[in-house]
């Protein structure tokens, strides 16, 4: 009899911790997917899912307020989900918010992003449609990856032949690297050129500042204007120098002297002429 007591007393215990551990698991199970307390519903339209299930978290600002609820296709390029979210957060869900798909990690589960919206529009209202966001593929990243490594691979390339060509080529670069001599002479031809551009500064120095006469022509304007009114004096009296000799050779008194120089210089033209020609006619021809 006392077997059979202890027997019920231990049955009776494991019935009701089993009971205990259901309802506590029905409770934390109905409290993840909003069983309980009050919610609301939203939904958005996708092209694609991205591997989205139903069950899936719905986090707002960073945190869980929801679930997926259900996700029906309705053509091959819509996809309806219905989002079941808790009440508290209502308020907070403006008109204009934007729902994405992204993943809890790397690897992860996928879970539905609301973003919050403008303040300056209306909190939804339930069963309200959100804007959706084209969800990243990770297929596209991959893409890109391959993309990028390739073009590291073009440039890898490239940069291996501009240094073999520098180290083994004939050009002005490599000759600045490699060739000791050709160093040497372009840096004595840049000091020569720094001296000379020294020289420059100090000679447009004393341009600017100095009492040479070339230094006043470029600056005293007093000193200009008398340099250019005694060059048309000169001009002025070599025109009046020849004028009188013009006039000289008209003159009855001087007529005859200037006929004998003329004859004199067009029998010297004669007697040039006759020797270049005899000296050609001697020569003999080759």
């Known amino acids: 009899m006392e077997k059979e007591s202890g027997f019920t007393w231990k049955l009776g215990m494991f019935v009701t911790i089993g009971i205990v551990l259901f309802v506590v698991t029905i409770y934390l199970i109905g409290k993840q997917k909003n069983l309980f307390g009050s919610t609301f519903h939203l939904k958005s339209h996708f092209k694609t899912v991205s591997g989205l299930k139903v069950g ?88 890109s990856m391959k993309k990028s490594l390739d073009n590291v691979g073009l440039i890898s390339d490239d940069l291996a032949q501009f240094s073999h060509k520098v180290n083994n080529g004939n050009g002005a670069l490599s000759k600045m690297i490699s060739d000791e001599e050709f160093s040497s002479s372009l840096k004595n031809t840049l000091t020569n050129l720094q001296t000379s551009s020294n020289e420059f500064a100090k000679f447009t120095t004393k341009m600017n500042n100095g009492k040479g006469a070339l230094s006043k022509m470029m600056n005293d304007e007093k000193f200009g204007r008398n340099l250019d009114s005694t060059m048309s004096n000169i001009q002025a009296g070599t025109k009046g120098l020849s004028e009188t000799v013009e006039a000289a050779k008209s003159s009855f008194l001087l007529k005859g002297y200037f006929n004998k120089k003329e004859k004199a210089a067009n029998l010297k033209r004669k007697k040039d002429s006759t020797s270049r020609v005899n000296k050609s006619q001697i020569l003999p021809k080759q």
């Open 56 to 143: 899936n978290n719905v986090r707002f600002s960073g945190i869980n307020v929801g679930t997926v609820d259900a996700i029906e296709l309705i053509t091959d390029t819509l996809v309806v989900v219905d989002l079941v979210l808790e009440k508290e957060v209502q308020p907070f869900i403006k008109t204009n918010a934007q729902v994405s798909i992204s993943s809890d990690g790397l690897m992860g589960d996928k879970v539905l992003m609301i973003s919050p919206g403008t303040p300056n529009h209306k909190s939804v209202k339930d069963n309200d449609i959100l804007v959706s966001k084209k969800a990243i593929e990770m297929e596209d990243i991959m893409i």
